[in-house]
Structures are given as C-alpha cells and as structure tokens.
C-alpha cells in the first residue's frame, strides 16, 4: 500500500488534452460493454504523465465522471499502488534500487548522491523544482544493478560519480541517455559475451 502523502496545493480543475482524450477512448474501448471502471488504472497513469508526474484529486474525480463510477472507486485506487505520486515529484523523479543485489553492488553510494545533490530526505522537490527522489524495492534489473529508474526509463551499471552526473545533467534540465553506464548491450556479461556469437540476436 501506498504510504505517499496527498499535495494540500490542488490544481482547481482537470481534463484530458486531444490526444489523451482520445486516447482514453481507445483505452477505455478495450474493456467489455459493462466493465469499463476496470480501466481505471491506465486511465489514472495518463492523468500522471500529462500533470508532469503526479496525479490531482480533481484528476481522479475526471476519471470517476469519465467512467461512471464513484469518486472513491478511483481514489482507492489511486491511494493504494505507489506507481501513483499524489504529489508533485518534479520532471524527473528518480526513484532508488536500494533492495539486496543493488544494495551489494553500491545503491546506497547513489542514495549518498541524491541526497547531495537534489535533497536531504525522500519526496522532497529540488531546489529548482525539477526533480525529487526516493528509494524504491525491486526493479527487476538485478543483473546490471546498481539500478535506477527515471520516469519510464531504466539506468543500470551505476556509480556515484555516474549517478551525479546524471543529476547534474536533470538539474539543468537536460534529459539524461538512459541505459548501461558500462556499455553493456541489454543484460550480457560484463565482459562481453563468449557464446553465441553469430547470433545477433541472442
């Protein structure tokens, strides 16, 4: 469950821009005549990604009209699975591998960065505003932690000194190239691959 706190500074209203509403169509299309209220949670993601990473109350309330159930349907929801921010996190919300092969390989040297360089404590806005951080469980990229996930992208092989670059990089409002910092193609050995090698795509 999520233990992320609701902004008290709400926007006063929402609604969808052209290509989300249609979007939404599309999305909401795919359920049975009957069943839309099941399209909830992708429903809920686009409200986030269009109000740069977080999610209003007014939004939940323009999901709840939108597919004819009540206003707490969606806000359960929306409360209960931490992929939903409640609050603003910034343009770039970096969230933290800190769970066993992560932790091994450095994580917390990353968390000693983020801490430096954008703030003190978890869920707090940088001074600029453009990003926060927090740390988060599984990634399900164990084979090339340290991991870090920024927005929908994933940045493995890390180390502090690569950590904070990419910070720098988000500070001054840069889009950081995501991927192995070691230059790894996909999850391969560290050291290349000895097998397979005429296979391309192996």
Known sequence: MSIKKISKDQPEKFEFNSDNLELSKIIINKY???KQQSAVMPLLYLVQKQNNNWIPLV???YIAKMLDIPYI?????ATFYTMYNLSPVGKYFIQVC?????????????????KQKISENENVLSNNKTCSWMEVE???????APV????EDYFEDLNKEKA????DKILNNEKPIPGSYKGRN??????????LIEEKNA
């Open 59 to 61: 939004g939940m309330k």
């Open 148 to 151: 870090v996930q920024i927005n």
């Open 164 to 167: 904070e670059k990419i910070i």
């Open 186 to 195: 996909n999850s391969e050995p560290e050291n290349k691959r000895k097998s």
């Open 98 to 114: 800190t769970t066993t092969p992560c932790m091994i390989r450095g994580a917390y040297k990353i968390v000693e960065a983020c």
């Open 32 to 34: 049975p005549k009957g």
């Open 138 to 144: 599984c990634l399900g990229a164990c084979v090339n």
């Open 73 to 77: 349907k969606v806000y359960e929801v």
